[in-house]
């Protein structure tokens, strides 16, 4: 929640923050104050914020690190179901062997294959109908450093093996993704929130919970995943995102005048 606020608060207003902003927003959408006081602290000790003490109060810009961080992450969160070009076919195929001398690696390969939605039909394979994200793949090897354990090809499903849907089926949980995209569906339309806190913390909340779905929706072309209740739930999200933003900027300047010390 704290990088969602980051983010789509304080990233775009390029201004520093104190912490009782933060904590302002963090309290007013349910967090204890401890928590969101450790929050803050996690956050400086990973690099994406830096403070400057004012007395007995903390200052908060974004970093590099943290701004690369937030920047990439917005690309593929708000290009989710973007329309795309017709599906040519091909896909990308990589066989990673994990050495046992590199056996600590494996959750981090699986969480940055995950993110970059590919699916694990069987143990050692990864697929994506994205051929494009080739670079994206290759930096992920590299910085694993499992390159000299790897294969990675291009190209068409043969009838030799499993059919197109079978591999779908087998290398992503839709059903779950179904369900909470059906949650999102449910909770949010049709929603109007008062102008102010309200509209504030209801637009937070609901990006929040949108920059969740990257981590689980693999983004199917057409070709493979028709119908897809994801393509609806992007629609609506576009829409509130679109109507909520301005009143939401203008209410956070004002919280940020309210809540600097002095």
């Known amino acids: 929640m704290l990088i969602t606020v980051l983010a789509e608060l304080v990233h ?14 963090l309290v007013g959408m349910g967090i204890e104050q401890r928590t969101a006081r450790q929050a803050i602290s996690r956050a400086a000790a990973s690099g994406w914020i830096t403070g400057q003490r004012q007395g007995r109060e903390v200052r908060w810009e974004l970093t590099d690190s943290g701004k690369r961080l937030i920047e990439d992450g917005a690309k593929r969160v708000y290009s989710l179901h973007a329309d ?14 994990i050495p046992e001398a590199q056996r600590s690696v494996r959750k981090a390969l699986y969480t940055a294959l995950d993110w970059e939605g590919f699916g694990n039909p069987t143990p050692g394979v990864w697929v994506s109908p994205h051929a494009d ?3 994206r793949a290759q930096k992920v090897i ?13 190209g068409k499903a043969s009838a030799i093996g499993q059919s197109e849907q079978e591999i779908v089926d087998l290398s992503w949980d839709l059903d779950e993704v179904t369900a909470k995209y059906e949650e999102l569906l449910i909770r949010y339309s ?3 929130p008062a102008p102010g806190d309200p509209l504030l913390f209801t637009h937070v909340k609901l990006t929040n919970e949108w920059q969740r779905f990257p981590f689980m929706d693999p983004q199917l072309p057409a070709e493979l995943l028709p119908n897809w209740i994801g393509r609806r ?11 909520w933003y301005e009143d939401a900027q203008q209410r956070w300047r004002e919280v940020v005048k309210e809540t600097s010390p002095g």
Do not use: C
């Not at 795309?84 to 062997?97: F, R």
């Open 12 to 25: 775009p207003n390029d201004q520093p923050v104190w912490t009782s902003s933060l904590l302002y927003m």
């Open 84 to 97: 795309s070009e017709s599906w040519d076919g091909n896909w990308l195929i990589l066989l990673v062997t």
């Open 133 to 135: 994200r080739q670079p």
């Open 142 to 154: 590299d910085e694993l450093e499992l390159k000299p354990s790897t294969l990675a090809f291009v």
């Open 190 to 192: 049709g929603m109007q």
């Open 233 to 243: 739930a992007a629609v609506l999200f576009h829409q509130l995102r679109e109507a």
